[in-house]
C-alpha cells in the first residue's frame, strides 16, 4: 500500500470508530422548541408571525386531532394538514397589538426538511407601542416545551420564552 492508500484507510476505520463510538449519544432531539418571530411592518402596515415548529411533532398532534396518520411530505396529506394547521393556532395562538386582541389572518405553511413554516398576518398601520402574544402551541403535549418568541418593532428586537404554566408574553417599545 502507499502513503495515500494508508492514510485513506486509516481516516475510513477512524471515522467507523467514531461513529460507532458515538451511537450512543445519538438520540432523537429531546428539545422541543417552536420559534414564534412577531414584527410590525411599517411598509405594508400590518403585524407579521412568521413561526416555525418542528414538522413531525405538529404532524403527530394534528393526525392525533385528526384520528388518522397524516405527512406535510405526502402531496395528499397536505391540504388537510394544512387547515388542521389553521384551524389548531387559532385555538392556540392569541396576539396583542397596544393591548386590543388582533385576529391574524393565516396566511399558510410550508415545509422545508423538518421544519414547518407557518405565516399570518394582521392589518395595523399605526406603530404599535407594544406587542403581546400567547403560544400554547405542544406545551401541553411534549414535557419541556418552549416556545420562543421574537418581537420586532422599528429595528427593536425583544425576546421570550413561553412554557407551561407561564402565560403571555408582552413587549413595550
Known amino acids: 500500500m502507499t502513503g495515500k492508500s494508508n492514510h485513506l484507510v486509516f481516516a475510513a476505520l477512524f471515522g467507523l470508530l467514531f461513529v460507532a463510538l458515538a451511537q450512543p449519544f445519538v438520540r432523537a432531539h429531546e428539545d422541543y422548541r417552536s420559534l414564534s418571530q412577531l414584527e410590525w411592518n411599517d411598509a405594508d402596515g400590518s403585524v407579521e408571525l412568521v ?28 391540504g388537510k394538514l394544512e ?21 391574524m389572518i393565516f396566511l399558510g405553511v410550508e415545509a422545508e426538511g423538518e421544519t414547518l413554516i407557518a405565516y399570518l398576518e394582521a392589518d395595523w398601520p399605526n406603530q404599535p407601542q407594544s406587542l403581546g402574544l400567547m403560544n400554547s402551541i405542544l406545551l401541553d403535549d411534549l414535557p419541556g416545551q418552549i416556545n420562543t418568541v421574537l418581537a420586532t418593532v422599528k ?9 407551561a404554566g407561564s402565560g403571555p408574553l408582552r413587549f413595550s417599545f
Open 83 to 103: 387547515a388542521a394547521t389553521k384551524s389548531y393556532l387559532a385555538s392556540n395562538i392569541a396576539v396583542r397589538v397596544d393591548d386590543n386582541v388582533v385576529e
Open 155 to 163: 429595528g427593536v428586537r425583544i425576546s421570550g420564552d413561553i412554557t
Open 51 to 78: 413561526m416555525l415548529i418542528h414538522r413531525h411533532e405538529l404532524e403527530t398532534k394534528l393526525s392525533l386531532l385528526l384520528d388518522q396518520r397524516l405527512s406535510f411530505l405526502t402531496n395528499g396529506d397536505f
